[in-house]
């Protein structure tokens, strides 16, 4: 079936420090691949996609690249700000032939930065 | 602008009370989803409607009911079957190309609580 891992947090960093937060997949098929920014009492907004092997996704400094060898698509970014933090989500749109199209979510990893 | 409202922000019922939690976009998207989010978890997946006046379960559907009436609303309906609702509730929007769906849109949820 499908499903999307991401690393559990929380994870805590300074200001300026560098991001990664992992997530694998297990998909049939070629899914597309997104990662969500969730800030505290808000929906989901999209952060980044990439629909196909070795697309990189960018947006706002984060970027992630669509690894079908790995079956990764982890989110970095190189100097996070306090207005980052927030929860991140990893997710998959399985994208094959009569697929309603759902996503699948990972948990979550909640990121904190600290002035 | 465009987008998806969903209201109210937080709601509080009684147990053994139906409530309905109204969701509207004006994105002149096809497809509408229903998410329940609990602390810790990722999103789950309660119902989808890819079209009007049609609808499937997602992986949660128990104690739940939706209706798609007109394109731009999809109301869900957390009944006094759904034996733990107290949770965050998130609807979004798509559109869909050759049965594939695209980015998914959320709105900013809707917070239940059950006394």
């Known amino acids: 079936g499908n499903s999307v891992t991401q690393m559990e947090g929380p994870v805590t960093l300074s200001e300026e420090a560098f991001l990664t937060i992992n997530c694998t997949y297990t998909?049939?098929?070629?899914?597309?691949l997104f990662w969500y920014v969730q800030y505290p009492g808000e929906g989901l907004q999209l952060l980044l996609k990439?629909?196909?092997?070795?697309d990189k996704g960018s947006n706002k400094g984060f970027e992630a690249t669509y690894r079908k060898e790995t079956t990764s698509f982890h989110l970095e970014k190189g100097s996070v700000q306090v207005s980052d933090s927030a929860v991140y989500f990893c997710?998959?749109?399985?994208?094959?032939?009569?697929?309603?199209?759902?996503?699948?979510f990972g948990k979550g990893t909640k990121l904190s930065v600290k002035p | 602008d465009g987008g998806i409202t969903q209201s109210p922000k937080y709601l509080f019922r009684k147990e053994g009370q139906n409530v309905t939690l109204s969701c509207e976009q004006n994105?002149?998207?096809?497809?509408m989803y229903w998410y329940r989010q609990d602390p810790g978890q990722g999103l789950r997946l309660i119902y989808y409607?890819?079209?009007?006046?049609?609808?499937q379960k997602g992986d949660i559907a128990e104690g739940y009911s939706v209706s798609r009436e007109k394109k731009e609303s999809f109301p869900l309906t957390v009944t006094s079957a759904q034996k733990n609702p107290t949770a965050f509730y998130l609807c979004?929007?798509?559109?869909?190309?050759?049965?594939?769906?695209?980015?998914?849109?959320f709105g900013p949820g809707t917070r239940l609580t059950v006394l």
């Open positions: 979004a929007s798509s559109t869909t190309t050759g049965g594939n769906v695209d980015t998914q849109y």
């Open positions: 998909a049939t098929g070629y899914p597309s």
């Open positions: 990439a629909t196909k092997a070795d």
């Open positions: 997710a998959l749109s399985p994208n094959y032939g009569g697929s309603q199209g759902n996503l699948i």
């Open positions: 994105l002149n998207h096809d497809a």
């Open positions: 409607s890819q079209i009007v006046n049609d609808f």
